[in-house]
């Protein structure tokens, strides 16, 4: 049994125990009547909502779950890209560190060249040939200048490929450092989303905890009440029994109503079975003895339901376990009610004539099958009905 119906049944029980234990007079029920059914659409009401609410809630915990793994799928991403980055500047790195290695040896080398040009001075080309002692010696000594000019140029230009690797080897580590940072940040700010949708989740789980305790309480309290009404309701049965002598009207003989001043419900369809008529009987539904505050008769689902006489509709909806519900008040002090029904042919405040169709039989509320629930109060009390026919 859902929530709501817990609710619903608590209310509608209050409703009718309510009518049991205040005898008063019509006008009197009628404002009580009025009273509790606004009470009761009130309650139906915010329980419907509720349950809308809470209903939403949990979308936005699953839209919330499914931003939460997406945002983990660009984490991950994000770690990769980051991961291949930094090997490549590890990479970048070790090659820097080796052309930097290479540069040091081009400038010793340079630097070694110009000591050695200082140390024999600073002659032109032509008076280091001249001063050849003979052909071959001056041959030798142009085979040597080439080299050492070819050998200064191959030097100069290697070191500035050195110094021109260099250069691109820290242009592409401090970019891709930059880009490191920029994927770093990417990260933080995914990461922060990551943390405010987790927040809200948290928000959400939260309100509907609070939603479902709150209601859990007022089921707890409306429970607690209404047994102690049922307390009440049935020491007075009891009195009133006592007062009466312990007797009540049942039996397995078929009842048939004798024409008079008010209409049978149900024409062609009377209480039969023992546990069909008004006082004590083992609930057919929960198993255990209690009073039957009315007669039951078994008919098709939809057989229309005839007014006992002539009155003012005081309810016409959904009392607890009763299902679909009419009560109309009679004057002097007398109301019926029928229940259990399947459909309703009148509305609160509307006036009925002895024999209109009121409802119609069905199987609503706490109910085994099709049939009319039949209940008679006189003063405020639930009475036997077959006493008025």
Same mark, same amino acid.
């Given at each position: 049994?859902?929530? %709501? ?6 209310? =509608? ?9 205040? +005898? ?48 983990? =799928? ?88 050195? %110094? %021109? ?91 048939? +109503?004798?024409? =008079? ?9 009377? +209480? ?70 399947? =459909? ?40 036997? +009905?077959?006493?008025?026919?």
């Amino acid at each position: 049994m859902t929530k %709501k119906h817990i609710i619903s049944g608590i209310v =509608g029980m209050m409703v009718t125990l309510g009518i049991l234990i205040s +005898p008063v007079n019509a006008a009197s029920l009628t404002e009580q009547l009025a009273e509790s059914n606004q009470k009761q659409a009130a309650a139906q009401y915010q329980i419907d909502m509720t349950q809308n609410t809470i209903a939403g809630i949990e979308a936005e915990i699953g839209k919330a779950n499914e931003e939460m793994s997406r945002i983990t =799928g660009v984490i991950d991403k994000i770690n990769s890209e980051i991961a291949v980055l930094e090997a490549n500047i590890a990479k970048t790195q070790e090659e820097l560190n080796i052309a930097e290695a290479k540069r040091k040896e081009q400038e010793e080398a340079m630097n070694e060249r110009v000591r050695t040009m200082y140390m024999y001075g600073n002659g032109s080309m032509l008076e280091f040939l001249f001063t050849s002692s003979d052909f071959a010696d001056f041959v030798t000594k142009v085979d040597m200048s080439r080299y050492i000019i070819e050998s200064d140029k191959a030097s100069l230009d290697a070191l500035a490929e050195t %110094k %021109k690797i260099i250069d691109e080897k820290k242009a592409k580590i401090e970019a891709d450092r930059l880009q490191t940072v920029s994927k770093k940040t990417e990260q933080e700010t995914v990461l922060a989303q990551q943390q405010e949708i987790k927040a809200q989740k948290d928000s959400l789980l939260a309100q509907n905890q609070a939603i479902v305790a709150e209601y859990q309480a007022i089921v707890a309290a409306e429970a607690a009440n209404a047994a102690s009404i049922e307390a009440q309701v049935r020491e007075m049965m009891a009195a009133q029994a006592a007062a009466s002598g312990g007797s009540t009207t049942g039996g397995s003989t078929t009842f048939v +109503p004798s024409n =008079g001043t008010y209409q049978w419900p149900c024409p062609g369809y009377y +209480p039969s079975a023992d546990d069909d008529f008004f006082g004590t009987r083992l609930h057919p539904i929960w198993g255990d003895y209690r009073t039957h505050y009315g007669v039951d008769m078994g008919a098709p689902s939809g057989t229309p339901i005839l007014a006992m006489g002539n009155g003012a509709v005081l309810s016409a909806g959904w009392n607890g376990g009763y299902g679909n519900c009419v009560i109309v008040d009679l004057g002097n002090g007398l109301q019926a009610m029928y229940a259990h029904m399947s =459909g309703f042919a009148v509305s609160a405040g509307q006036t009925v004539n002895k024999g209109d169709v009121v409802g119609y039989v069905g199987s609503t509320g706490d109910s085994t099958g099709a049939h009319l629930h039949f209940g008679v109060l006189s003063g405020g009390s639930f009475v036997d +009905p077959l006493g008025y026919f």
